[in-house]
């Protein structure tokens, strides 16, 4: 099993470039979260959805869109990278509202 | 929003040491998470509880609702313990809210 399928692992961009975070699940799980972590802060949420076609902002959205075409993709996409936006990304999946399944994250450096 | 806050932020121990990490909120809630984040990153879930006590292995995890307290132990640690251990609760259908975390280093 596949589980949540992260891409890429690493990224290197400049301010100013976009990009787009891939997540996908083969769990069939109706809700999908991307969470960024910071150094000395917990988790934070960017953006879930519960459901295809659904998405909703969490606690830190500015800056990230999100699209759900699909129950198993959830991209997430960075507009125009600020420095601000380095960090860890992670992507999870679940059946309910209660992650339980996260990807292995992606390390994302902004110059 | 709920706050949820984890002590200590970190902690040595020798190994076979028992060690318990705390986890207080401020809301009431209808489940609270355990996980562990290893050096290489992944975050993977230990125990969802909504009451009293689970057991895996030489985990425990229990939650005193009332007092909006729960607490995970290990017992006999092992280097390989050695992780971040993150407290997230929920209200109903509600996103999850993180604690900072617990760094764990058991010492062989």
């Known amino acids: 099993n596949a589980g949540v399928t992260q891409t890429p692992k690493f990224q290197v961009l400049k301010t100013g470039q976009s990009m787009t975070l891939q997540c996908a699940q083969d769990?069939?799980?109706?809700?999908m979260s991307w969470y960024r972590q910071d150094p000395g802060m917990g988790l934070r949420l960017i953006h879930y959805s519960v459901g295809a076609g659904i998405t909703d902002q969490g606690e830190v959205p500015n800056g990230y869109n999100v699209s759900r075409s699909t129950t198993e993709d959830f991209p997430l996409r960075l507009l125009s990278a600020a420095p601000s936006q380095t960090s860890v990304y992670f992507c999870?999946?679940?059946?309910?509202?209660?992650?339980?399944?996260f990807g292995d994250g992606t390390r994302l450096s902004i110059l | 929003k709920n706050e949820v806050e984890q002590s200590p932020q970190n902690l040595t121990a020798q190994e076979g040491e028992f060690i318990t990490i705390n986890c207080s909120y401020s809301v009431g809630i209808s489940a609270l998470h355990w996980l562990q984040q290893h050096p290489g990153g992944g975050i993977v879930s230990l125990f969802m509880l909504s009451s009293g006590k689970k057991k895996h292995g030489r985990l425990i995890a229990t939650i005193n609702i009332q007092e909006k307290h729960s607490s995970l132990h290990i017992t006999a640690s092992h280097p390989r313990d050695s992780a971040v251990y993150i407290c997230?609760?929920?209200?109903?259908?509600?996103?999850?809210?993180f604690g900072k975390g617990t760094r764990l280093s058991v010492i062989a």
């Open positions: 997230a609760v929920s209200s109903g259908n509600t996103p999850l809210v």
């Open positions: 999870a999946s679940s059946p309910t509202s209660q992650p339980q399944h």
């Open positions: 769990m069939n799980h109706e809700y």
